[in-house]
Nanobody, 125 residues
Framework: VQLQASGGGLVQAGGSLRLSCAAS????????MGWFRQAPGKEREFVAA????????YYRDSVKGRFTISRDNTKNTVYLQMNSLKPEDTAVYYC???????????????????WGQGTKVTVSS
């Protein structure tokens, strides 16, 4: 299984980025997908998640209304559209895949089975 995250970069506060995570060797449409992030010196934290069937989405409070998670099961790809970026959004962003039969909480990184390598997002003030 491989999850390849991309789309990170340097952006000014108020700007936008779209992250992508392409999955291979995975029955993508059968997995819940999540985005997590880890800022320097901090623990990894939940950002957003989307169910395998695209019925449900979840967000951490600080990104609600600014970030949108989506997926295209025909392209085996999950996206994170990030608008109105703030310096505190600076982090390495990771995508993750989890078995919907095993996930207890979308916000718990331990509930995910596979992880991408991360893509760095830097928001300047």
């Amino acid at each position: 299984v491989q999850l390849q995250a991309s789309g990170g970069g340097l952006v000014q506060a108020g700007g936008s980025l779209r992250l992508s995570c392409a999955a291979s060797r995975l029955t993508f449409s059968s997995y819940d997908m999540g985005w997590f992030r880890q800022a320097p010196g901090k623990e990894r934290e939940f950002v957003a998640a989307i169910s395998y069937n695209i019925v449900s989405t979840y967000y951490r409070d600080s990104v609600k209304g600014r970030f949108t998670i989506s997926r295209d099961n025909t392209k085996n790809t999950v996206y994170l559209q990030m608008n109105s970026l703030k310096p505190e959004d600076t982090a390495v962003y990771y995508c993750a895949a989890g078995n919907p039969l095993k996930i207890v909480s979308f916000r718990n990184d331990l509930d995910y089975d596979y992880w991408g390598q991360g893509t760095k997002v830097t928001v300047s003030s």
